[in-house]
Structure formats: C-alpha cells, structure tokens
C-alpha cells in the first residue's frame, strides 16, 4: 500500500470530523470519535496515534545543498559558466579562474541572503503546549501536547495554551484570548458546547475539552500550511529575468553570426572559440546580481538604522513598489491596549463617579486588561486614597462581575460592583424603570464597537443602585492618522484587516479617516476559491475587512495579487502569518510574535506605522539606484557586444582582446558598487520595474555608443594611420571612459548635473579611471598608448558623453512620456 494514501486517508478523516463540529452535539461528537466521559484507554491513543500522526505542525524540510546548487540555474549563470567551460577548452587559465570566482561569489551572495530569512513555521511549532492535562484509562496524566489524538478528554485551566482543537464539555464559561489568532483585541466568552482554537489562551476558568481535530487539521494548523504553501516569486528576480533573456538571446545570436562567418571564411576552430570566449564575457552583465545585491544591503544597513530590520533583501525593492497596504487593525493601527470612553451616567450620579466606583472594583495587581482600562481612566488616582478595600471578589464565569466592599475617610462602607450590564441591571431595585435607558446606552455603545461595563454602588440602605455604563476600545495609535494620510499621498492606499467586529472596524476607520466601505469577510472565500470579478473588484474597492480568519487574509491578498497590485501587509500576530508570506512585502510590526516575524520580509523595531513610511521612502531611494545600475549595464553590454560583432563582420578585426574585456569588467563594475550610495530622489509613486523602459533607454544609449566607438576606430585608423595594436588601446580606453560616464547619465532621468552624485560614487569612478588611463598610457598587458592619445580619449568621450545626455532626455519623452519627475 502507499504509504501516502493511508496518510491522505487518514488527513480526509480528520478534516470531516473538524467539518461536522457544527452540526453535532457534544455527545453525538463524541460518539462519533469512539470517546467517553472516562477518555481514551492508553491503547486506543497509541492506535490513533500511528493513525492520525503526532499533534504538531509537519515541516518540509529544504536540503540545504539543493537550494545552494539552484543559485546556478538561470540565464546569468548559465552565461557565467559558458565563459568558464570555453575558458577551459581555450586553455584561457586566468579568465577561467577570475569568472570562476565570480560565478561562485554570486552564488553565496543570493544563497546567504535566504539562508537567513528565518523559519516561520518553527515559530509557529513553538507557540503550540508543551504538556496537555488528558483522561487516559480515567486517570488524569500528563503527556506531551504532541501525543494528543481525536477522542481525547483534556483539561484546560487559567494561563493554559489550548493544545488542539476542542469542544467545550459541561462546566462554567470561560474567557479565552483568541488575539494571537483571530486578531480580536478583546478576550471572548466561549460557553460549554462551543469550540475552542489551538493556540488560544485559557484567560478565565476552567472546564474539560474533547479534542477533535490534531496537527495539521487543527485551525492552527492550517494557519501553518497557508504559510507553507504561501510562494511568491519577487519582481527584482523576475526583473533579473528578463534581462538575462534579453542579453542572452542577443549574445547567442551574435556568437551564431560570428562562427557562420568565420567558418566560411574559414578562420581556425581554436581561433573562433577564443573570439566566443571574448564576446561571451562580453555579454555577460557579471557583476549584476552581486551589485544590485549590495544596492540592497546598504539599504538594508540604512533601513536597520531606522528600526526597520530587512530578513529578505529583495523585500526592499518590492517596498519600493506597494501601492496597497493591508494593515492589522490590532496593534498595528491600534494600540492593542484597552482605553476608556465617555461613560454614561444616571442622572443622580456623575460620570467621574462612576468611573472612580468602576474603579474601587477593581484590582491593579491582577494585571487584568480591563481593570487596567477602568484603574487608567481615573483624573486623579489619589482619589482611591480616600478609600480602603475592605474586601474583594475577583470575575469569576458564574457571577460574571466583580465586586468590592469599601470603607470611606467616614469609616462608611458600601459595596460597589462591575460587570457586564445585564448582570448588574439584575442587581439593583429599580430595573424595569431604567432598563430601557440603559439598553439605549448599551446598543449606541455597541454600534460605535465599544465594549460595555456596568457599575453600580450599594446605598445607605442596602440596596444597589445602577451608576452608568463604561465603554471600552482600543484605541488608535496617535501616529496612525497621520501615517495613513502620508501614505495616500505617496501612492500608497492602507486597507484595515482585522478579527474584530464591524462595528469596531468601522468605528477605528472613522477616526483614522480611512474611509466607510467596511465589509464582512465571512462571505470571502478560503485560500483556494477563485472570486468572480464582481467580487474581486469589491475587495480592490474596500477600505478594509472585518471577522477576517487567516485564510480570508491569505485570499484577500491572493485576490488583490491577481488584479496587479503589489500588496504589502502588516501585522503582529499568528493569524497574519499566512497572509504575511504571502504578501509582496510582509512587515511584522513592533511586539510581533516570533511567528509573524518569521513569516515577514521586515521586522519593525519601532511601534507605529511611520516607521513604514521611511521605510517606503528609503525604499524608492534604493530602488532609483537599481533602476540605474540595471540601465547602466545593459547599455555597457550592448555597446561592447555590437561594436565587437560589427569589428569583425566588417573589417575582420578583434578590436579589444580578451584580457582587455576582463580588465574593463574588474575595473568598471568593482567601482560601480558604490552606487548603492548614491544620492537619489524617491518618487511620491510606488515604483514598478518598466522593462520597456529600462530595456529602451538601454538599447538607445548602447547603439549611440556604438557609433561614437566606430567613429573613433575611423579616426584611428584612416586619420591618424594608427597600427591595429595601437588602435586596440585605443579602443580599451575609450570603452574605459565612456563606460563609466555612462553611469552619470543613467542615474538621472533629467540632465546629468540635475541631482549631485554621493562623494563616493565621484571617487570610485574617478580612481578607476586614473589607474585604466595609466595602463593604457604606460601599456600594462597592451600597446602603449602615451600621454597624448589618452587626453584625445578624454576629451573625445566628453564631447559624446554631453550629447547623449541631451539624447537621453528626447529618449524618455518617446519611450516613457507623461512623467515629470526629473529623477
């Protein structure tokens, strides 16, 4: 049998029972499991055990060889390693071991940089219990979490991980915190009968489970596999892509041509493999992955500084081009701490009163969120100095309120109390009159997302009397507002994704100024479930979602994938996990957990959401300087590989030698690498690989370059009578100089002097060519050229150098027109 069928098998099973939950009653559920009130027998766990497999998360591991061995593949590898097998047959041992080098270091570069992007679903393994209370033989025992199996009898208690996913047995109700995933900000009430998460923590309580679903099954569970399956290919790799094709295609042509040629014209085989050699390396944009590797790491340097932490470098230029955010409404456009409101008052009783009796009824030290909410809305906390706590009885799930008897200065005492509203309505003596007042106050607090709490005092006589009602929420961080407007304004629309309720969602947008077009995400689809273009142009449309699940999260991202946004999304919890992944750009802000952290592309160190935006900014900046290194090399590439072809198609002439192409790759592009420090002007638009563009200006550039090389090869050898050696200096110094102007004209879309180049950029392409001129001049590995030629070079390169910056900008007005931005 196959292995991998029982296991299927076995998964399906699994999968029904979780899918008949809501349909079953606790006793028909556990009929079904073959379970008890007594729990499984030893045996009979150990069977479901080997049936259903251990309750954890199922990692796929990598082999770490495998993935080092795929940096090889691909149309720039397989051009570098071209160079370095005809570098072999033509017994060039210095090239073959110079591009060798090079080969090897692009290859550690990009492996390192995903080695350390961190491991998301050990972060999630980490978050399930370690140990689980379980019936076995109908004793209580103590295994790990991991030996749980449907049918099992658990029990949970107060600060307890719920360890897999149960229906609650008979007892009291409990509070549980779902936060971590669901993104409820509040602790829910769960009653017996109901469900309870893997992963949620047991805040209030305690009460028996019969676990129904393990592993991969469990909610939590398929929260991990989204993140397993969530695989995106960035647009830097696919921008990479394309022009290696380009060039590839382009080189394969040419070396065609050329040995077509020399075949006929009969030349030696050895001869024309060394000329393939030279016009391979030619092709080859070396340097390209491991230049625009830096770009990124620099930038990723700069990000760190601003608390920003970068796991994967391609992340930044995919920062570089969101124009949606999803945002997490919980603790990332909120505090993700409990505030007080308004309270509402009774008209015999003011509304500080009734906060400070809210607050007599509560306990600091218990640390509980909504003691701290009520403690924290207090004016003045030396107002509880005038009273002592005489005694006090903490929320338990059966009287659902607090209570306290307090003695004043006076040496009076009276008991106050708070709790949820219907509860203590009960309590006091004239309900029927005031019910509907409170109601009204209740149900308005309610539409608004605000959580309600009702306080009452006992009076001289005994008898409790209704004080007002307490509204609690979460309120929104002071930056967000602010931030949410700065981003519109650099292209850049947040959308708020959140568990919490729609009022809630709706209350938060309308003080964060993001808009009133809040749906439900019930009515959303799972991960899998392909959306008609009316509903996927709806969520194109929303300003945010609410009662989101993690695979609403993942889908809402998938959707807005489809429809070509580049979507980054944010988030601190489990629940973002998925969705973190599989966004464009996942940022995990400040106090996430070590899941979403492992899942993001960024860590944010720093709370808030401006910290997002300077590192958009930063972003654009690095993404300008790639846009002009990768511009830039094109253009170097097509200059040399055209002039080379058209040399010896035309006058049957190496103009450069092989040791000259590897001397132009060493010097020009070791130097370009401080580009990653240039200055730059970001735009206020998401930025977008324009291949059209690059691929244009490159192209136009490159031919321009082509005939100011021939001019200069005209000059030489019919003006001046040069010898074919001298002219090939000649040549090497002019490629030289004009290569690395080129770089001045690239990294402006206006007139080269319209942005001032970073000091170090100005020095490396400086220094560079003081030595390129000297070993051309003084003739290290080539003719010498002399003090003469190389200022006629200069001056040369120039003049061409001040009229194709003039051409440039008549390029973009026909190949990207409408755009203003001189960047």
């Known amino acids: 049998m196959n292995p991998n069928t029982k296991s299927n098998r076995d998964a399906d099973a699994n999968s029904n029972v979780a899918d008949d939950i809501t349909s079953l009653s606790v006793s028909e559920l556990m009929k079904k499991l073959g379970s008890s009130q007594e729990g499984l027998t ?218 077509a040629v020399a075949i006929y014209r009969g030349d030696p085989i050895l001869s024309t493999l060394q000329f393939a050699l030279v016009l391979t390396i030619a092709a080859i944009p070396v340097a390209m992955p491991t230049v625009l590797s830096v770009t990124m790491a620099v930038g990723a340097r700069l990000l760190a500084k601003k608390e920003a932490i970068v796991s994967r470098l391609v992340a930044i230029e995919e920062l570089a081009g969101v124009d949606l955010l999803c945002a997490d409404k919980t603790g990332t456009l909120t505090q993700n701490k409990l505030t007080l409101g308004d309270p509402f008052f009774m008209d015999n009783i003011t509304g500080g009163q009734v906060i400070l009796n809210g607050a007599l009824a509560s306990r600091a030290d218990n640390n509980d969120s909504i003691d701290l909410a009520v403690l924290g809305g207090l004016k003045n906390n030396d107002e509880l100095n005038n009273y002592e706590v005489v005694h006090f009885q903490p929320f338990d799930p059966v009287h659902k309120r607090t209570e306290a008897t307090v003695k004043d200065k006076d040496g009076k005492k009276f008991k106050v109390t708070k709790g949820a509203p219907q509860v203590i309505l009960e309590l006091v003596h004239n309900t029927d009159q005031i019910k509907s007042v409170v109601d009204e106050a209740v149900n308005e607090f309610a539409a608004r997302g605000f959580r309600s709490l009702g306080v009452a005092h006992t009076n001289g006589e005994g008898k409790w009397q209704f004080d007002g009602v307490l509204p609690l929420f979460d309120p929104p961080r002071e930056d967000a507002a602010e931030t949410i407007a700065i981003a519109l304004k650099m292209g850049v629309k947040i959308k708020m994704v959140t568990g919490d309720a729609l009022a809630i969602a709706q209350e938060t947008a309308q003080k964060l100024g993001m808009g009133s077009l809040i749906y439900d995400a019930r009515g959303l689809g799972d991960s899998k479930r392909v959306e008609t273009e009316e509903v996927a142009t709806s969520i194109e449309k929303a300003d945010g979602f609410a009662q989101v699940f993690p695979e609403h999260k993942f889908h809402i991202v998938d959707v807005l994938q489809k429809m070509g946004h580049i979507v980054g999304m944010t988030g601190d919890g489990v629940n973002d996990a998925p969705a973190l992944k599989k966004a464009d750009c996942g940022i995990a802000v400040s106090e996430a957990t070590d899941a979403a952290r492992a899942a993001a592309s960024i860590v944010l160190m720093a709370p808030g959401l401006s910290v997002i935006i300077d590192a958009i900014k930063e972003s654009r900046n690095i993404f300008q300087r790639m846009n002009s290194y990768a511009i830039y090399r094109i253009t170097e590439t097509l200059r040399i590989l055209l002039f080379m072809t058209l040399s010896i198609l035309v006058f049957n002439f190496y103009p450069v030698t092989a040791v000259m192409i590897v001397m132009l790759a060493l010097l020009n592009d070791g130097a370009i690498l401080s580009i990653a420090y240039d200055k730059v002007k970001y735009k206020d638009q998401p930025e977008a690989w324009n291949m059209r563009m690059v691929l244009g200006i490159s192209t136009v550039l490159g031919v321009i370059g082509v005939i100011s090389a021939f001019g200069l090869f005209y000059l030489g050898e019919r003006v001046f009578h040069l010898g074919r050696e001298h002219i090939q200096t000649l040549m090497y110094l002019k490629l030289s100089v004009a290569g690395h102007l080129t770089i001045f004209l690239t990294r402006t879309r206006g007139p080269f002097w319209s942005i001032r180049p970073a000091r170090i950029l100005w020095i490396a392409v400086v220094g560079t060519q003081i030595i390129s001129t000297l070993i051309a001049v003084y003739g290290l590995f080539m003719t010498p050229l002399g003090w003469g030629w190389a200022l006629f070079v200069w001056g040369y390169a120039l003049v061409w150098f001040l009229f194709n910056d003039r051409l440039k900008l008549l390029a973009y007005r026909v190949i990207d027109p409408g755009k203003t931005n001189t960047q």
């Not at 692009?106 to 209370?133: D, F």
């Not at 769960?190 to 469990?218: D, M």
């Open 42 to 259: 030893q045996a009979e766990a150990t069977k479901r055990l080997s049936q259903y497999g251990p309750n954890e998360i199922e990692e796929k591991k990598t082999n770490l060889l495998l993935k080092f061995l795929t940096y090889f593949w691909g149309p720039i590898p397989w051009m570098i390693e071209a160079a370095v097998i005809l570098s072999a047959v033509a017994r060039h041992w210095p090239d073959f071991f110079i591009i060798l080098i090079l080969l090897i270091a692009n290859s550690v570069i990009g492996y390192w940089e995903e080695h350390e992007a961190g491991n998301a679903i050990e972060a999630l393994k980490a978050k399930l219990a370690v140990k689980a209370r379980v019936k076995r033989d109908g004793k209580w025992v103590n295994p790990s979490a991991c030996e749980l199996v449907p049918g099992d009898i658990i029990r949970l208690r107060l600060g307890d991980i719920v360890p897999a996913d149960a229906r609650l047995l008979e007892g009291d109700s409990i509070e549980v915190d779902q936060s971590a995933l669901t993104g409820e900000s509040l602790p829910t009430t769960r009653n017996p009968g109901e469900a309870l998460y893997s992963g949620s923590v047991i805040r209030r309580g305690e009460i028996g489970a019969l676990v129904y679903a393990t592993g991969t099954n469990t909610y939590f569970g398929k929260t991990a596999q989204l993140v397993q399956e969530a695989h995106t290919v960035s647009h830097f790799q696919k921008a990479v892509l394309k022009i290696g094709n380009y060039l590839i295609y382009l080189a394969v042509t040419l070396v065609a041509i050329i040995i």
